[in-house]
């Protein structure tokens, strides 16, 4: 959209360049490469679909339970939508054999996987689920021991024997591990939890009571500080690397379960296909509220083949069951938009249709899994009501309209909020209950408690020969963000505590972000605004940042950048620097507070990788300086 007053100076400070950027040290994370450096991965191209039994049994899995799954799945249809993994939680291990530390199945709960003579192989159980047309998928956990063994001692399927056998974590045998679980038995996905790098240190009673091997944390939940972010990304990289010698082929999918912790949304893209943004979901309102929150404002830091995971849905369960059929349609439509993975996780041999139906609904599903992979953006948010915007790759909209309280509410969509012209008429279908409008301008719709509308739009968009940068989220890696020390991200939603407790002072913000890299908002969550001129649309990011964002045939980069009038840091100046396929294309003067924005062009035709980076190099504060690229474009 347009700035508040006309650039008086817009080209302020800004010297256009055509030369190597080969100077710059390669040792600098702020330097050009000229490549996406995310890995570019065959699998999870869209988000990861499929069923997992966590929320529906728990440890008290079994074989006819997952089987029966995957039959609902083909014979409802839910297969042909993309639900294809079957995953099987926690709960399905007997103990590691010793002294050769191959994993043994509880052939009680899993027949198919007794074998003659001795023995046990999951290899018959992924076979059936393949003969099916779907894929396989199974559980571990980074360290010695898994998330049950510490919170879930009554269960029947708990791992049997010495303290040895009952390690069945990955933690001495990951490539054992991963090569038992892919090569020899054939599943085809993985979640990796962290409890046994977080909750068995030797302070711990319940280790000492069960006779576990102590293990110092590596997280500690309350505190990024003290957790050992580089040794948790490194015990995770290790499980990658492991996944790429036992399929070659790429055909598998890693998620990583720590829960939004270890600063994993710096690293989570480069080494797995999806990552949780917060910890376990409960099937409560305010807990779902938690768990959107925690990936609702990261859609810079997700794109095909990695994604923000705010947990597998609930719905079926307490607030989202079939009496509480508003809230379950929230509860997905919200995973829906913001690109999640939708993983059902409910009993489907017995599902009434009005669930199917949740699970069914086709559009919302395309929403999701809509092949340019942009995550939905804020484009209105209060406490009470968020509009999120969705751009979809065949230029359409998707507007998701959502009242998270208790009361009756009035919600308007603007034409600006989804970027279109506000003299033009704008088309909505309703992908809940099929019915087509228009306006002009803005509209109003009616919201009962706890609803969400979804629509796709159509329009005659503001920028009619390109795409804003905060449109196209899926096309963004944000390299480097420019955060020297993660904190807590205070705009979560604080529920009660998820198990229900009140004991302490209650629920604080825990999970690292703060300060990230966003889209047509500043990292701190307000307006951007750059010399009182505001942006309705662009990126907000720290300096000291690199953004790479693929061009698809745009011909010009341009943005009008400066120091927002947010930042904390008003002494200290920023350079922007464009760069096209590692070459030096633009850049602008030393801005500073206070000072009017500049308009930043770069030629960009037959450039495959721009890189857009804010610089200083002699910081004088330690206080956060924040940088805007304010209407950043690509434009034909």
């Not at 953006?377 to 999120?388: G, K, N």
């Amino acid at each position: 959209m347009l700035i508040r007053a006309l650039l008086a100076s817009a080209a302020i400070g800004v010297v256009a360049f055509a030369q190597s950027a080969s100077a710059l040290s390669a040792a600098d994370p702020l330097a050009p490469t000229g490549r996406w450096s995310i890995p570019e991965r065959a699998q999870a191209r869209t988000p990861p679909m499929g069923w997992n039994s966590w929320n529906a049994f728990r440890t008290e899995v079994d074989e006819a339970k997952v089987l029966g799954a995957a039959q609902a799945m083909v014979d409802s249809g839910l297969s042909n939508l993309g639900y294809t993994y079957v995953n099987i939680d926690d709960g399905w291990w007997l103990r590691r054999r010793q002294p050769d530390g191959r994993l043994e199945i509880r052939t009680a709960i899993f027949p198919s996987a007794q074998i003659e003579g001795g023995g046990s192989s999951f290899r018959p159980f992924t076979d059936a689920l393949h003969r099916l047309g779907l894929k396989a998928g199974i559980y571990t956990d980074i360290g010695r021991n898994a998330c049950s063994q510490a919170y879930d001692l009554h269960s029947p399927n708990l791992p049997e024997g010495s303290t040895a056998e009952r390690e069945v974590g990955l933690a001495g045998h990951v490539d054992q591990d991963i090569g038992l679980y892919f090569q020899e038995w054939g599943f085809d996905y993985i979640k990796v939890d962290a409890c046994g790098v977080n909750v068995y240190g030797p302070d711990n009673p319940l280790v000492a009571e069960q006779g576990y091997t102590p293990v110092p944390p590596l997280i500690d939940q309350a505190s990024i500080a003290r957790t050992d972010v580089a040794a948790v990304k490194g015990l995770y990289g290790a499980v990658a690397e492991a996944l790429e010698r036992h399929n070659p082929d790429g055909d598998y999918i890693l998620a990583i379960c720590n829960w939004g912790s270890a600063d994993v949304r710096a690293w989570g893209k480069n080494v797995g296909h999806m990552w949780r943004t917060s910890g376990d979901i409960t099937p409560t309102w305010t807990r779902m509220l938690h768990n959107f929150d925690s990936a609702s404002t990261r859609a810079l830091y997700a794109q095909p083949g990695a994604w923000n995971d705010p947990d597998i849905l609930f719905i079926g369960h307490g607030e989202f069951d079939e009496a509480h059929l508003t809230e379950a349609r929230s509860h997905f439509s919200l995973w829906a938009m913001i690109n999640a993975p939708l993983l059902i996780s409910y009993d489907l041999r017995q599902a009434p249709q009005s669930l199917m139906d949740i699970w069914g609904n086709a559009d919302v599903v395309a929403l999701n899994q809509d092949p340019g992979g942009h995550q939905g953006v804020i484009a209105y948010a209060s406490d009470d009501v968020q509009i999120i915007v969705k751009t979809l790759a065949d230029g359409r909209k998707a507007a998701a309209l959502f009242n998270r309280g208790l009361g009756e509410t009035e919600v308007t969509l603007t034409a600006a909020q989804l970027k279109f012209a506000p003299d033009a008429p704008v088309r909505l279908r309703d992908l809940w209950d099929g019915t087509e409008s228009a306006f002009t301008g803005e509209t109003t719709f009616t919201l009962s408690p706890r609803q969400t509308l979804v629509f796709a739009a159509s329009g005659t968009r503001v920028l009619t020969d390109g795409l804003y940068v905060s449109e196209m989220p899926g096309a963004v890696n944000v390299a480097v963000d420019g955060v020297v020390a993660p904190e807590p991200d205070p705009v979560i939603h604080r529920m009660r505590n998820a198990w229900g407790e009140t004991r302490g002072s209650g629920e604080r913000p825990t999970y690292a972000g703060w300060g990230g890299a966003r889209a047509d908002s500043t990292p701190y969550d307000e307006a951007l605004k750059i010399d009182d001129q505001g942006f309705d649309t662009g990126v907000g990011v720290l300096t000291n940042s690199r953004l790479e964002i693929r061009n698809d045939g745009f011909a010009r980069f341009q943005a009008k950048v400066g120091v927002d009038d947010s930042t904390r840091n008003t002494r200290d100046a920023v350079r922007f620097v464009v760069y096209g396929d590692g070459r030096l294309l633009a850049e602008s003067g030393p801005m500073r507070f206070g000072q009017a924005p500049a308009l930043l062009s770069a030629e960009v035709a037959g450039v495959r990788l721009i890189e857009i980076v804010a610089r200083s190099d002699a910081l004088t504060s330690d206080l956060p300086l924040v940088a805007v690229w304010g209407e950043a474009a690509l434009r034909r």
